[in-house]
């Protein structure tokens, strides 16, 4: 089945303890994305992925950090969370052009930082 | 400032009700306008409109975009309680940017 598999669904932690969220997509997409979601706020993107290798800032990317070494995974890393960063997390993908199709979103990491 | 603006943020109806929601834009080149519903978990694609007047169609739902007026609508008719939902308009704009509204919250009551 063509997915977005992210992990973990649901996570505490604590301030400043480092943590990743993880996102796998099977379908070879090219282009990979993070949102954020907040009431009131909608999806907001934190960096986005066009390839391997090839990773750029969103609209708020400040506290984040992303690698892209594979074509299908695209981590997000807080290196030091803080209770600002509490927040629905949603990974997606799509391929280059592909956006008559729209995104395919993981199910969403539900991050609490206490 | 790149903007996506979704109005109402929220409306009640009841089952058999037509519902029109709104999404105004302003961004720098624009491509495409996306909306999305969004029910407990991740959103999930409904209409990608790149032309004004043309409208896409699909069940009771339908959207048509203004890029003179830089909007859309979002039709439902003869709602449901599974409309229920988070209805998300998203612009795509310059290379690969994409921005999403705040959402409008559709209740449906039976």
């Known amino acids: 089945e063509a997915q977005v598999t992210q992990n973990p669904r649901y996570l505490i932690t604590v301030t400043g303890k480092k943590l990743t969220v993880t996102c796998s997509q099977n379908?070879?997409?090219?282009?990979m994305s993070w949102y954020r979601q907040d009431p009131g706020l909608g999806l907001r993107q934190i960096y986005y992925s066009m390839n391997v290798e090839v990773t750029d800032k969103g609209d708020v990317p400040e506290g984040y950090k992303v690698s892209r070494k594979e074509k299908r995974n695209f981590p997000l890393i807080l290196e030091s969370p803080s209770p600002n960063q509490t927040s629905l997390y949603f990974c997606?993908?799509?391929?280059?052009?592909?956006?008559?199709?729209?995104?395919?979103f993981g199910s969403g990491t539900r991050l609490t930082v206490v | 400032e790149d903007k996506v603006v979704q109005s109402p943020l929220s409306l009640v109806v009841h089952e058999g009700d037509t519902v029109t929601l709104n999404c105004s834009y302003e961004?720098?080149?624009?491509?495409?306008l996306l909306w999305y519903k969004q029910e407990k978990k991740a959103p999930t694609f409904l209409f990608m409109l790149t032309s004004s007047g043309i409208e896409k169609k699909s069940g009771r739902l339908s959207s048509i975009l203004d890029k003179k007026e830089l909007f859309s609508i979002l039709n439902i008719t003869a709602t449901q309680t599974g409309d229920s939902a988070i209805y998300l308009c998203?612009?795509?704009?310059?290379?690969?940017?994409?921005?999403f509204g705040a959402g409008t919250r559709l209740t449906v009551k039976p």
């Open positions: 998203a612009v795509l704009y310059n290379n690969n940017d994409m921005r």
């Open positions: 997606a993908s799509t391929r280059q052009g592909g956006f008559a199709y729209g995104y395919t």
């Open positions: 379908m070879n997409h090219e282009y």
């Open positions: 961004v720098t080149n624009f491509r495409s």
